[in-house]
């Protein structure tokens, strides 16, 4: 069964730090991009980052970019987020997802999706 499993959201204060991990299971990520969402309350979900496989390009939002990095590690199927200088602004559940070989935009683009880890970033 194929299945993508965020983990390590939590609460931090603005300025803070944080590292989200997602794990593919039933599939191997050689052959995936992997893009990672977020969903504030009473907003559309929206591209943060994305990870190419084969070269590993990177894409970041403008809103990001700078205090996100984006990695994967193929041999333990796993993607990560490495969130530095966190805002409030960056309160959201995030979502990873995965798509073949090269990262979207679009989010109708990604076939598997994770269930989400809610990041709050609060003093």
Do not use: H
């Not at 997602?22 to 009473?42: E, M, S, V």
């Not at 979900?45 to 084969?54: N, Y």
């Amino acid at each position: 069964q194929v299945q993508l499993v965020e983990s390590g959201g939590g609460l931090v204060q603005p300025g803070g730090s944080l590292r989200l991990s997602c794990a593919a299971f039933g599939f191997t990520l050689d052959y995936y991009a992997i893009g990672w969402f977020r969903q504030a309350p009473g907003k559309e979900r929206e591209g943060v980052s994305c990870i190419s496989t084969s070269d590993g390009t990177t894409y970041y939002a403008d809103s990001v970019k700078g205090r996100f990095t984006i990695s994967r590690d193929n041999a333990k199927k796993t993607v990560y987020l490495q969130m530095n200088s966190l805002k409030p602004e960056d309160t959201a559940v995030y979502y990873c997802a995965a798509k073949g070989y090269y990262c979207s935009g679009r989010r109708d683009d990604f076939n598997y999706w994770g269930q989400g880890a809610q990041v709050t970033v609060s003093s």
